[in-house]
Structure formats: structure tokens, C-alpha cells
């Protein structure tokens, strides 16, 4: 130690190690912190838990009070719950139960069919075997696939659209002076401003008149139109960033100003862009009145199609668990996908170069 | 290489002048240096030539070529920025290869040219990193190559160094005024540091208020300003500018001193002039010489007259000596001198002195200079304009 502070460290200290800078109250409120960011996402998780775990729930078990949360099933839980209703018996057999009755239309066996198929149980595929047990056949997959790739169709499509569209608006914005463009801007902004449902009606008389009613394009039409004050906004936030000495440089090295765009300002705009698509995906993916009002066979869209999943039979609880489950999984691949740009991006403005 | 050619080029912003009609030729192989303070039109004026910026008045001629509407790109000129604009993502090699590929020019032809530019800059060792791992001085040598791998007509530098560590800038400033040797290319090269513009240009375009004060040679610049913001803004510190009174031949100073030359007075005073006499403080030996009396007669507004000098004009004498009186303000060390500080009269008037570093007077002591007369230049306060002998 003595040579250490004789001598230094004796190699280059490219960052600082010292801790004992940090005071103990400074670090104590950094635990604290952390600490209530874990308990916050603790307390956000647990519907999505529930939703997880009612999702592998038989009809029984989805129901049972107290709830059941440990998906295991023991030879002695079985014998428990028959014997007395009082003793709590948290384990559940998980089942595929909700997932089959969600992507299939199915009928019921007659007494004897069911009995040659459980001869031939080898042969069904595992949805198969599921339904089996319900004393079930599938016949088909249900509505929920279509309006699964609806939802895919119209908000990508939108997103997109939006985004594509945003991302010029911005642009221009941002490097040229137009006339009466911050009137323009929020204009643009102002789109926001009142709630949309209030224009439903007018939107639907108006898209049955034009034959838009019930269809992707009109869909995809709308949620641009509601995403664009968003992208426009934001995108021209993140180009405000990009000194425009940039497209200058390329300008005088022989480029066209679109050429500018495409092979200088768009490859640093990516974080932007990134940030952006997400927040318009999550709108479009998520939106829920206009497509209940807008559309009907067609062009329906996965949210309103779990809500009213409820009216068939009996509440399928698992059902709408496993379809909750599954519309939350593209919005949260494509947030895993870009969260790299989005940290960076949902602090845009804080980091100069 | 080419000319450019500036007629009546204005820039206006609704009712404000960025930049006032102005003429400027910039012969073809010429190094012009725009200087002035922030905010005095020079780099937009740049920017026009470059045609990043439009014009609202004027024409603008590349080799008699008339280019005033011309895109950047049709105009065969480079641009070397204050922040270097290497894009960001690109290898040093890709930036320096970007404007050939623009010109679509062949595999071999690109990595054929960006050889030269690099062999010609010595960064080889850069080529394979992005503008982000290079420090400030490689970051503008890439800049400087990707300017000259296109062999344009001229080159454009809008404060190159601005953006460098005062070492780096040394060595830089000399690395640019070899490839503009090397190269012969017009340049055109905006700053706002007048030492570098001494240094640097062949001709300096002072420029104030959006308006050009003076063009001509450093030299010329920095003994014969044209007015009295040239006389301030060239040098550091500027000329000392002393406000007096012009009457019967002799400037009156505050102080009670007076500014005059006789005939009979050697130049070289202080060394070898005797003993004060009574004689000497007559009014015959403060009178200014014939040719500038006469100009000041001419040429003068009113009686109010501006006498400037640079500091290495004056030279502090010993007590019984000078020709001015004054008192110790201050006195800076600058190394291989010292800079003095001398108040003149009761409004402190300060007059900036070269002295010797060995002189050492305390502050508030009384000191007496000479100046040479020959580096006395006058001007008029109301107009500002310099004396003309």
C-alpha cells in the first residue's frame, strides 16, 4: 500500500474506482430507490401473473375461491379438495384448456363417437387431445385467429404509414422555414386534443358513406390520421437533434437534399424512429372504441374480440386469459427488440453531443 | 483553381442585414481570410458563396461562371465545417470516399484518389475508425481530406480550428497553410481570431456590422486600418486610441500632454536626446509634421481628433526623457515581454506599452514614452474613418 501511494498505481486508471466517495445517505437513498422501483414492478406484474396463470386454469379451477396460483397437482390435492371444500388447497393441474377453446371452434362428441376417438387418441395432435377430454372435436380455428391477423394487418400498417409519414413532416419542420409553421405544428397537435370517441359517429357515417366501414384500409386510414400528430411531434424532436451540418457536408459533397435525407439524416434518426414506432404499435395494437364502432366481421380487431368473447356460452375465463396473453406478446417481442433505442430515445433532449 | 467573384451580394433576414451589398474578387490561388466578430455576416457570407445559404441581392461568379442560383452540389466547391461534420456513422475511409461516390465515379478511381489525399494528410492509421474514436485534430484532417479528395474549384473553411485545444490548433494552422501552399487552391477561410488571420492570410477581409471594413495584405491591416474598429479589433491588445484636440498645428491629450513631431527632432530620441531643456517643451517642438498637418486640416470633421498607435510604436523613457507623462496602471507579464498599462491624465485614458521584462515599475509611479512617429496613425472620431497623409 505504501508503494501505492508512493508510486501511483502503477498502471493507466482510465476510470475512477473509488467508492467511498459516495456518502451513506446518497446510497441509501439509491437502495431505496431501487428498491421501490422493484416493489412497483412487483404490484404492475401481478395482473399480468394472474392473467399468466388463469390461462392454464380448467373451468374449475378459474373459479375456485380462494384462487389457486401454484400450477402443480399432487395425487393428494385431488383427494383434498373431494374430501372438505374448507381446507385451502392452492395447486392447480395446468391444463391447455384456454388456449384450445381460444383458436379452435369445436363440437360436441355424441356418447359414441367419443368413444372411437378415444381408441384413435394416438392420432390427434395435442389440441386435439385437449379438447378430447372436454368431450369435444375440433372443427375448425375460431374468429379469434382472423381478428389476431387483423390486429397484425392494420397496426402494422399504420405504424408504418404513420411513421413514414412522420418522419418527412418532421423533417421538414424541423430544417426548412415554412410559413406559418408553428401554426401548422400545433394544428397538428391539436388533433390530440379532444377525445376520439367524441368524432365516432361523424368517422362512421362517414366511412359507410365511402365504403370504408368494416375494412383494413379505413382502419389503417384512422389510426394513421391519430398517430401522425404523435410521430410528427416526436420524430421532429429526435431530426432537431441531428446538426444539419450533416446534410450541408453531403449537400456540398455532391448530394441531392433527398439523397441528405435517405444516406445521412435517417441512419442517425434510427434511435428516434425506433422510439416512435413503438409508441405508435402500442396505440394502434391497443385501441379499442373505434374498432368496436368501426368494424364488425371484416376487419375486427383483437381487443374488442376478447371483450366480447364473454357472450358465447358461458364465460370462457381461461379463453380470455390465454387471449389476452397472446395479444400482449408482438407489443412486448418489438419493445424487447428496440429497447436499446428506446432508453436512449425516451431521454432524448438530455444527452448532448 | 478558380476566382471567385462577389458583386453587390446582400443577405437580408425581413428588415435585417445579415450581410450588406458587398464586392469581393478572390483571385484564383489566393488564401482570403473573412475576419471579424461573431455576428458580423462573415460566415454567412460563406455559406452563400457555398450556396447553403441564398442570396437576396447580387450575383456570385466562380471563374466568370455565374452560380448564384446554383445548387451546392453544381458548384464545384468544398466546405470544411467549425464542427468538422464527419458523418458519424461512417469510417474515416467512408466519409473521405462519400463525394466520389456521388460523382459515381469507379471502385479503383475512389480508393485510387482517397490514397493520394490520405498519403498527402499522413492518416492512414485512421482510415478503419469512426469520426467518434478521433481525437479533435485527426477529426479535421479527415475533414480536410474528404474537401480535397475531390479537387475542387475552392475550398471553404468556416472556423476549421475553432473547435480544436489551443495545441492542436498550433500545428493544425500551419498543416493547412502547407496544403494551401502545396495545393495552390483558392480558399476562402472565416475566423474570428485575428491572430490566425494575420498569420494565415494572404489577404484579411475585416468585416463589422455586416458591412467589409477593410481588405488589403495582414500587413496593411495591422499598420494602416481603415477605421477606427479595424484600429481596436486587429491586434491584442488593439492600437491605443488616444482622443485629443487638433489646434495650431499641435494635438492636445488629456494629461496635458500634446502630440507633435518637429523637423529637427531625430527619430531615434530616447536613446541619444540630451538632458531636458527648457527648449523642448516650446510649442514649436509639438508640432505635428507638414504633410499630416495639412491632411488634418483637410480632412478633419472638427477639432476632435483620435491618435492611434500599437503598442510596440511606444517605449517607455527614463523619467526626464518622453514626451508623454503618465502614470503606472497596471503591467502584465507575457513571458519574453511585459505588456504596461499607463493611465494619461485624471480619465484614465490607458495607453497599452511594450516595455522591456526587466523594467520594473510599481504600480501608480509616474513613467514618461516616446512613440515613433513613424507607426502614428490619426483618425476622425465622428466618421471613424483613418487620416489619409
Known amino acids: 500500500m505504501a508503494t501505492f501511494f508512493e508510486q501511483g498505481p502503477g498502471y493507466p486508471v482510465v476510470e475512477s474506482v473509488r467508492v467511498d466517495k459516495v456518502s451513506p445517505t446518497a446510497r441509501l437513498v439509491k437502495n431505496i430507490r431501487a428498491i421501490l422501483v422493484v416493489v412497483a414492478a412487483i404490484i404492475g406484474l401481478i395482473p399480468i401473473f394472474v392473467m399468466g396463470l388463469t390461462t392454464f386454469k380448467s373451468r374449475a379451477a378459474v373459479v375456485a375461491v380462494p384462487p389457486k396460483f401454484i400450477p402443480w397437482s399432487s395425487e393428494t390435492a385431488t383427494i383434498d379438495r373431494s374430501a372438505s371444500r374448507d381446507v385451502f388447497d392452492p395447486f392447480f393441474k395446468p391444463t391447455l384448456e384456454g388456449i384450445v377453446f381460444l383458436l379452435t371452434e369445436r363440437s360436441q362428441f355424441s356418447a359414441a363417437r367419443q368413444e372411437e376417438a378415444e381408441q384413435n387418441r394416438d392420432e390427434l395432435g395435442l389440441f386435439g387431445q385437449v379438447a378430447l377430454d372436454n368431450g369435444q372435436r375440433i372443427t375448425g380455428p375460431s374468429d379469434f385467429v382472423m381478428r389476431l391477423r387483423n390486429s397484425l394487418i392494420i397496426a402494422g400498417g399504420s405504424t408504418v404509414a404513420s411513421v413514414a409519414l412522420g418522419v418527412f413532416a418532421a423533417y421538414a419542420f424541423s430544417r426548412f422555414n415554412l410559413p406559418g409553421k408553428d401554426d401548422l405544428l400545433f394544428f397538428i397537435l391539436s388533433t390530440r386534443m379532444l377525445p376520439g370517441v367524441v368524432v365516432a359517429v361523424p368517422i362512421f357515417l362517414m366511412y359507410r358513406q365511402l365504403g370504408l366501414h368494416d375494412s383494413h384500409l379505413g382502419m389503417i386510414i384512422l389510426y394513421t390520421v391519430f398517430n401522425l400528430s404523435l410521430t410528427v411531434w416526436l420524430l421532429k424532436g429526435f431530426i432537431d437533434e441531428i446538426p444539419k451540418e450533416y446534410e450541408e457536408a453531403a449537400l456540398v459533397d455532391g448530394y441531392t437534399r433527398f439523397q441528405a435525407f435517405y444516406k445521412i439524416v435517417l441512419p442517425q434518426a434510427v434511435t428516434g424512429i425506433a422510439a416512435t414506432t413503438v409508441f405508435a404499435l402500442i396505440f394502434a395494437w391497443n385501441e379499442y372504441a373505434f374498432a368496436l364502432m368501426l368494424t364488425s366481421q371484416n376487419a375486427r380487431t383483437a381487443p374488442p374480440a376478447i371483450a366480447t368473447m364473454q357472450g358465447r356460452g358461458g364465460i370462457e375465463w381461461s379463453a380470455i386469459a390465454a387471449g389476452s396473453l397472446v395479444f400482449l406478446i408482438p407489443v412486448v417481442i418489438i419493445t424487447f427488440a428496440l429497447r436499446k433505442h428506446l432508453l436512449r430515445g425516451v431521454t432524448f433532449g438530455a444527452i448532448r453531443q | ?389
Open chain 2, 1 to 389: 483553381m478558380a476566382t471567385i467573384e462577389l458583386k453587390q451580394v446582400e443577405k437580408q433576414f425581413g428588415d435585417f442585414y445579415a450581410v450588406r451589398p458587398m464586392d469581393l474578387t478572390i483571385n484564383s490561388g489566393e488564401f482570403v481570410v473573412l475576419l471579424g466578430p461573431s455576428g458580423c455576416g462573415k460566415t454567412t457570407t460563406l455559406r452563400m458563396i457555398s450556396g447553403l445559404e441564398t442570396v437576396t441581392g447580387g450575383n456570385i461568379f466562380l471563374d466568370e461562371r455565374q452560380v448564384t442560383w446554383l445548387k451546392p452540389s453544381d458548384r464545384d466547391i468544398a466546405f470544411v465545417f467549425q464542427f468538422f461534420a464527419l458523418y458519424p456513422l461512417m469510417t474515416a475511409y467512408e466519409n473521405i470516399s462519400f463525394p466520389l461516390q456521388a460523382q459515381g465515379e469507379s471502385q479503383a478511381t475512389i480508393s485510387q484518389r482517397v490514397k493520394d489525399v490520405v498519403d498527402l494528410l499522413e492518416i492512414h492509421h485512421l482510415l478503419d475508425l469512426r469520426p467518434g474514436k478521433l481525437s479533435g485534430g485527426d477529426k479535421q484532417r479527415v475533414a480536410l481530406a474528404r474537401a480535397l479528395v475531390r479537387r475542387p474549384a475552392a475550398f471553404l473553411m468556416d472556423e476549421p480550428l475553432g473547435a480544436l485545444d489551443a495545441d492542436y490548433r498550433e500545428n493544425m494552422r500551419a498543416e493547412i497553410k502547407k496544403l494551401h501552399l502545396n495545393q495552390n487552391a483558392t480558399t476562402v477561410y472565416v475566423t474570428h481570431d485575428q491572430i490566425e488571420a494575420m498569420a494565415m492570410g494572404d489577404r484579411i477581409v475585416v468585416m463589422s456590422n455586416a458591412e467589409i471594413q477593410q481588405v488589403g495584405a495582414p500587413i496593411e491591416v495591422y499598420h494602416d486600418p481603415a477605421n477606427l474598429f479595424v484600429a481596436r479589433f486587429i491586434g491584442s491588445p488593439g492600437m491605443n486610441l488616444l482622443y485629443g484636440l487638433y489646434q495650431d498645428g499641435t494635438i492636445h491629450l488629456p494629461g496635458d500632454n500634446r502630440y507633435g513631431v518637429t523637423e529637427q527632432q531625430p527619430r531615434t530620441l530616447t536613446r541619444t536626446f540630451p538632458v531636458q531643456s527648457e527648449a523642448k517643451f516650446s510649442d514649436n517642438y509639438y508640432q505635428v509634421p507638414e504633410a499630416w498637418r495639412s491632411a488634418l486640416e483637410n480632412q478633419l470633421s472638427g477639432a476632435e481628433v483620435v491618435v492611434g498607435f500599437r503598442p510596440e510604436a511606444a517605449h517607455v523613457t527614463g523619467p526626464d526623457q518622453g514626451q508623454f507623462a503618465a502614470e503606472v496602471y497596471a503591467d502584465d507579464l507575457h513571458g519574453s515581454y511585459s505588456m504596461l498599462h499607463l493611465a494619461l491624465g485624471s480619465d484614465e485614458m490607458i495607453v497599452h506599452v511594450r516595455a522591456a521584462r526587466n523594467l520594473d515599475l510599481p504600480i501608480g509611479a509616474p513613467a514618461r514614452f516616446d512613440i515613433k512617429p513613424e507607426m502614428v496613425r490619426f483618425f476622425d472620431p465622428k466618421t471613424e474613418k483613418a487620416i489619409i497623409q
